[in-house]
């Protein structure tokens, strides 16, 4: 089933282990503010952060999983009951079942940003959803918004790190580039039935 934007759904035990081996993976880090997704599953990925830092939790409605038409369904039970279903998949490159790429792209680095300039100092942490997270690495990347879902790098507890460069960027004003990318629940994915990450 896809959740989306769907209000009551948890994480499990075990994403809340992954959540919490991303958090120890970080241990020690000057992390200053810890902001979270409005949904509950990605607070509660969240948790840990704020544990291990002794921060509060902050909520950015920007870093929000997209909206989408199948919410709430198994695509392909969905499909097979009801094959009309298949007009809504026709344009994956914006996509046609919901809410645009360029427009996730747009949110999701404008709360980067807004991140970036909260702290004197010291790191952020934002939880976020897979698709949102896979829109940022693309944007900094320069690469194409639209891929394949089965081919995304951003797997559950996942890390996607992004340093602000001063010198880059048109003109050298500066632009957010990615610094690293870590799986700190790796042992953990065998396990898990969902692939995606929060």
Known sequence: MLYGRLPEFHLSELGRRMAQSAADSMA??????VTSSPLLRTRESA?????????????????????NRFEGLNIRRAIKANPLLV????????????????????????AVASA????????????????????VARTVQGKPLATDPRHRRCSLSSITTLAWDPRAGRAGTGAFAEVDYQE???????????????
């Open 28 to 33: 020690g880090r000057p992390i200053a503010a």
């Open 47 to 67: 948790e840990p952060w704020t544990a291990e830092f002794h921060l509060p939790l902050q909520i950015d409605d920007r870093l929000i999983e997209p909206s």
């Open 87 to 110: 007009r809504r998949l026709i344009n994956p490159w914006k996509p046609s079942w919901g809410e645009p790429f360029t427009s996730i792209a747009a949110r999701m680095m404008a």
């Open 116 to 135: 970036h300039a909260s702290v004197d100092r010291g790191e952020v942490v934002l939880v976020s959803h897979q698709l949102p997270i896979w829109m």
């Open 184 to 198: 700190p629940a790796a042992a953990l994915l065998a396990q898990s039935i969902d692939l995606g990450a929060v």
